[in-house]
């Protein structure tokens, strides 16, 4: 057949079948004003609260803060304070205490905002208590195959800690050591440059990727890493345990040979964990045709955002 | 028979006592046997077989009635009747709809054939329906759609398309436009139990959902049931589609088929022994892949070679060893292929480089019966069914590089490696089944089947290869291996002229991976006559079903997966309840109205972020259970008869669903909840040669999950667990909070059968035109960006099909004349050609 006649036929075919695809434009509705609370009390610091407002899906202009709203935080059974706006120079607004408390571990909170004709908001959070733990038994530059037979190196250590029985626990754990990058000075020559860099971690423990609600990647092909581990305490309620962390490295001469690595466990409010979880399958799913939409976790009443505690405990090794 | 009887009679009484104690069951069967043993002695049976007079294909569901006592059946799935009758004498009736009634006088015990001649032969223009009136049937929520009337609406393409029409019909909600999913009653597309010739089939996609597996030319009948499930169904929640391959013209050999614009079709039939046995062999084939395939090789300068096509094959055989048993072999295998590799070379004065990639995709199913029909007695029918259904989604993909270094020749690289990806299910069943016609007032069917599945949840498989160093590896989940067995008795009782009832009980278990459930399902419907036209009904129904459908629901892609319940994954299980009014007005329109109430429990979706691109892997933990509810109200409004045929469908509903872990707990509105939905179908027939039809359908857009508003993630000063900071959340206040918008579209057809006196060869040309007013119907919406305002986020919607006009050749060819009586038609005891009087 000749060339115009196979045109014609593709044209006719395709036409007719597939690439009527049309783009129409509809416009998004509009939200309801609201205020978005997001105030993370960490144990042993001082309350640092940002309010602002939602936008719409189409706003290019980001934060909406709100500098004038009434702001209450109060430690339920003790104080009771009116914070104060601040601007940060990347134009967010938090809201401090006058009297620079400090949050206390076990302590339940409660916080109020309102702001001239937005609904107030409302919540409440329960900061819990630290968790002691141990980092032990650091091997370096260990290697595993993955299934393209590509060598990965990494280090390891042991993290062992007892889940408080009797009680939902959740926990973040996050490995931050200094690496150095390659950077060229003003003289044009390659220079070591030290950086504070957040390992890429995983454990190979069945208990504690089960126990997240963060489903783990395919971990056939290679092996996936993560900047925190976050998990419950579903399989492991009551227990001591002793779980293998690994941190994937690049040992080459480019980065920081024997880093000193310093652990860090968040105990987290399940607020905080259920925030961080839907958070993180929202971004990980936010392009994707076929997956189910998430919705992020919203404990703030009448309003948006997260009110929520952890408590921290750190180890350096070696 | 006296003997059968009297026998029976001690053995039920003893039943009777230990029956009383157990509840339900023994109240339903007590009820049965109670109510036919107390009838006065009968005095004469007879059974037969309705067949078409011009093909003896066997007509399902034709009315057998006596115009004396008033009393009548129909034929069962293999059109097979039996009546017994208290009088001397009986005036039989046997009517179907499109053919002439036929009439005989009997007066003893026996059997009596029935042949039916098609209007159509006799140059009648007007379709003339049964009498076998909706008002008078106790099942409900039940339509039998005509296959000539299923050819005749205008259809995507012109490929007639049998899933498309019953989305048509009132309580069935299609998919996303253009696609076979089906959403009956506000269930899901898993739960709809699709049959051909008693074979589950699995997936009914061809292109994508675009168009359905079953070809026009080789059904016989579809039969849908949206509540009310006799006890004979089990296994699905929401409903069943029934479809009967035809079995092949008896007396002559006939060639038929089509020349579409997307497939061509063509069917042979005839007889292997005449009036003995016979076969019908059908397919069809798309050329979009003859066609598309030189054009994009010489688009892409001969580095693509790409292709899509899917074929049908149906076949089937049977053979008539006596009046009294038939065996019947029936195969279904369809596939779709999609596949195409591109290579890309390369060579200059160092370096020859060759590399390329090769990709492939198929589907399909397979389903084989054998099927063996024994009359047992004039009063009682049984059917044997050995039966396979293979469903298998097969996705692979090579990459190949080689180069050849010319200066150093030991440098030269070879690469290849290689991914598969399959799954499936393999059914392997048994059933035995039973049609007993004691009495006028009772048709009781009973039996048991037996299931065993094989689930192929998913294994891939890794190969690679450098040079000369190889390795190949196959990960995945195993095979699962599953037991389904199922036991009912049913029995359509008339309890008194006015008031009918069909009352039965279906027990099902499955054992998977030592598991074990089982359930026992009432069933009932009853009508009662408030007027000699006009009745209320009323069906109430429990069904359990203990396979799950792993979809993205919407566009009917292969990868769906078919799997077990298990220790973790519960079965589904529902109960429905409907209240119904049905009034036939001069015996030509006939009215239907029904209300609907269904609850579901443990029906599964796919947890927050979860999708079915990662679910073939660990796939419990990908799925949430949870309740459903739907109601509604469906208005049906149908003329059989006369020039102008077809219906007007309304259907006012709400559905909903509720997961712990969706939406915080609350219900939210089902996907495809939609709360109108209105079909009107009419084909008009202007004279024998030319006929034009139409339908329109509107419907409320389906429901979506939209991000609505947007704020900051947390910043947590003491160091940023989440990693997200910097980005927004996208928030939406409640699951499926927005509705795409309205589908509607029109769509017109004429048909044109010329009068050809050409050796027996009848032409029918189909003009088609699908969306007549070009309306943009949502296929899928996205979020994006404007095009004329660039930067503002906007909704963007995609639709497919604008207006499409097709031109689809039909035609039928008799290799000769049909004979008019054969030896199997004249198979009688009361009965001869002479008293089988036409009217």
Redesign the interface.
Known sequence: ?S?KL??I??IF??A???S??????????E?QK?L?L???L?AG?SP?I?V?????????S??HSVKTARVILTERGGWSDTLLAYTSSDN?T?YLSPANRTIQQGKIYEIFAMDNKLPPVFAVTTVPDSVAFDATNLQRNKIMTD???IKIYYDEFNLSFKDAPGEKNFY?L?VTYIDTIMQIDGNGNLVHTPILTTGCIRTSDAQIVQSSDI?V??D??SFNCY??L?FSDKFIQGKSVNIPIQIMRSYDEYHAQNPVYKI?L?HLSESYYQ??V?????????N?????????Y?NIQNG???FCG?A?SVKIIP | MNYFFGYGKVIFSVYISHLMRHSFTGIFITACLCGFLALPAQKITVSGYVTDAETGEQLIGAVVYDKLSQAGTTTNHYGFYSITLSADSALLTASYVGYKHAQVTVAKSGTVNFRLSLLNDLKEVEIKATRSSIERESQMSTVVIPVTQIKEIPAL?GEVDVIKVIQLLPGVQKGTEGTSGMYVRGGGPDQNLILLDGVPVYNVNHLFG?FSVFNGDAINSVQLIKGGFPAYYGGRLSSVIDITMKEGDLNSYNLEGGIG??ASRLTAEGPIKKNKGSFIISGRRTY?DL??R??LR?ISGGQANLGYYFYDLNTKLNWRFSDKDRLYLSAYLGRDVFGGKTTDKYEDEYEKNTSGIRFGLNWGNITTALRWNLVVSPKIFHNLTATYSQYRFRVGANYYGKRIDKINPDNSTEVESGIRYISGIDDVALRSDFDFTPVPSHYIKFGANAIFHTFSPGATT?D?RYNNIS?D?A?GSGKIYAGEFAAYIQDDWEITPRWKTNLGMHASAFTVQRKFYGSVQPRLSTRVMIMPQMSVKGSFCLMTQYLHLLT?SGVGLPTDLWLPVTAKIKPQWAYQGALGWAYTLKELYEFSVEGYYKRMWNVI??????????SS??WE??LTQGRGWSYGTEFLVQRKEGKLTGWVGYTLSWTLRQFND???GRPFFYKYDRRHDLSVVAVYRINQNWRVSGTFIYATGNAL???????????????D????FG??????DR?NN?RV?DYHRLDLGVNYSPDLDFKGLKLDFNLSVYNVYSR?NP??????Y???DP????????????I?P?LTINFKWGFEPAPRKNKYNKTTETSSPENQINE
């Open positions: 057949m060339n196979y045109i036929l593709f075919v395709t007719g079948q597939f009527c695809t049309r783009d129409l434009d509809i416009e998004l509705p939200p609201k978005v997001n105030g993370i960490t610091q640092a940002s602002e407002t939602n936008s719409g899906m189409h706003a290019d980001f934060p967010y938090y299934i393209n037979n973040s996050s489903p990647e395919d056939r092909t900047s925190s976050i860090t968040h925030y961080l839907t958070l993180n399958l929202q971004n990980r799913f936010r994707n045709p076929f997956a189910e939409p998430v919705q992020v919203n948006l955002g997260i952890k921290t | 393409l675009f614009l997307l979009l066609l598309m030189p054009i010489r890794y690679s390795f590896t990960i993205n979706d796919y947890k927050n972020g979860a999708n079915f691109i990662n892997d660990n933990d990908n969706r939406n915080y999950t939209l991000p609505t508003e947007k704020y900051n993630v947390a910043n947590d000063l003491q160091g667990i989440s990693g997200f980005l927004y959340v996208e928030n939406f699951v927005y918008p943009l296929f899928f919406v996205y979020l994006g404007s095009d004329k930067g503002k986020p906007v909704l963007k919607k995609v639709a497919l099909f604008p499409i097709s």
